[in-house]
């Protein structure tokens, strides 16, 4: 486990103002929101490494102390979150941690309504396995990395005849990663979209790209990995044919060479359909896109999603499904695959107390297999939760979880379980 004691965040956003001749706008009315948080939770696990064998019982208490900030202006506008943690184990299962989770995102107005810049930063905790997501691991800190993401983006909006707006710029990239866990890149990409309004409910767009990425794995003493070049072109529509229901869908093709020779191409598209049955809000999507993979340089991920949301008088039901697959595209070769399934329903108690059931399964199929734990292919997850609402902010939590890891759905053999129990109290100032 690693301890992390400075957080860049928002560090790109403030060189950019230091280092931009700002033009000068009449004074106009600012309204700015600052809440500060502090939170305090106890978990107790009865498998904290996640073991088949010789389980570890543990105590964790988690103080975080966090801000959330919010500035708007006609040509300044800044959200800023951050969340320090404090982490401590009374069985010594692991060192004590200082954790920071941050962001920043702000775009500032040079020319009004024609020149701009979006400046954001991120830093996070995440997991090395792109097919899983850090918040829905029952383990704080296994297989985990940290990772900061800064970007920035001068761009023009040129708003041409009739009801079509075309957006030329530029955005810079840096992805990087703590310790030796993860490959660093920095992109440079040069970006073309037109978008055309047909009808207030029908619109058209097209757009091109240029990318030049390059990569280093986070350890600098090793070798250097893979850059490439890659041309994106595309063409989409988005068409509301119903109040609060919707259809929309783009395809393109990305053209993508590498330095050391290697050249691919491969269709992407993102399409969907949102329809309102009278308060059942039904989603069905379909996306291929590059996605940010800690281990590898360039992972394309085509993905099959849909939902089903129904509004209750004091609550909510949603069923949720999809499929995932992710693939390296230098080699061509798919790496690993994702299938989930999950059921939800939250229901308001009392006027202030809330309790919500999860019930989640999971299918993951690797390319190559270690003999880790945590190569499972089977993940069956329960939750169960309690949310009370005092007055001024205050609010008390209890969260039960159940994960049952599996080799295979109808047999316990090498399986391992996890059972945790977190109460949690949290005041918004």
């Known amino acids: 486990m690693k301890s992390n004691n400075i957080l860049p965040i928002a560090c790109l956003c403030m060189n950019l103002l230091l280092a931009v001749p700002l033009t000068v706008f009449p004074a106009a009315a600012a309204d700015t929101a600052f809440a500060p948080s502090l939170s305090v939770s106890e978990e107790y696990t009865d498998n904290i490494y996640e073991q088949s064998a010789d389980k570890r019982a543990e105590y964790t208490t988690r103080v975080s102390p966090g801000a959330t900030f919010r500035y708007t202006s006609p040509f300044w506008m800044w959200d800023l979150f951050y969340t320090f943690e404090y982490r401590t184990y009374a069985r010594n299962s692991g060192d004590d941690e200082y954790n920071h989770t941050g962001a920043a995102k702000g775009t500032i107005t040079l020319i ?135 259809l929309s869908g783009q395809i393109g093709n990305s053209w993508q060479r590498f330095d050391n020779g290697t050249q691919t191409h491969y269709l992407f598209w993102n399409a969907g359909i949102s329809h309102d049955f009278d308060g059942i809000v039904v989603v069905l999507e379909t996306k291929v896109a590059t996605t940010e993979d800690p281990l590898a340089v360039s992972t394309k991920e085509t993905s099959y999603t849909g939902k089903i949301d ?50 989640t399964g999971e299918h993951f199929e690797w390319k190559v297999v270690s003999n880790s734990l945590i190569d499972r292919p089977y993940r069956l997850t329960g939750v169960a939760g309690f949310n009370y609402a005092l007055k001024d902010g205050l609010t008390i939590g209890l969260t039960g979880t159940y994960t049952d890891n599996r080799l295979d759905l109808d047999r316990s053999n090498g399986s391992y379980q996890i059972s945790k129990a977190v109460v949690e109290v949290k005041k918004v100032f």
């Open 112 to 246: 009004d309504k024609f020149l701009f810049i979006d400046a954001s930063d991120t830093y996070q905790r995440v997991t090395l396995d792109v097919s899983r997501n850090a918040a829905t691991e029952s383990s704080l800190f296994l297989n985990q990395t940290e990772q900061n993401i800064a970007s920035v983006s001068p761009y023009l909006l040129w708003r041409l005849r009739g009801d079509s707006v075309l957006k030329t710029g530029y955005r810079f990239t840096d992805t990087r990663y703590s310790g030796t866990n993860g490959i660093d890149k920095q992109e440079q990409r040069g970006f073309s979209d037109l978008t055309h309004e047909l009808t207030s409910r029908f619109s058209l767009s097209a757009g091109y790209s240029f990318t030049r990425l390059d990569s280093s794995p986070a350890d600098t003493d090793q070798q250097l990995f893979a850059k490439y070049d890659k041309h994106d072109i595309n063409g989409g529509f988005r068409y509301e044919y119903a109040d609060k229901s919707f």
């Open 310 to 359: 129904k509004l209750l008088a004091r609550g909510a039901l949603g069923l949720s499904g999809g499929y995932s697959e992710y693939v390296n595209t230098e080699t061509g070769s798919w790496d690993r695959r994702k299938s989930t399934v999950t059921a939800m329903c939250r229901y308001e108690i009392l006027q202030n107390l809330t309790a919500a059931l999860t019930a």
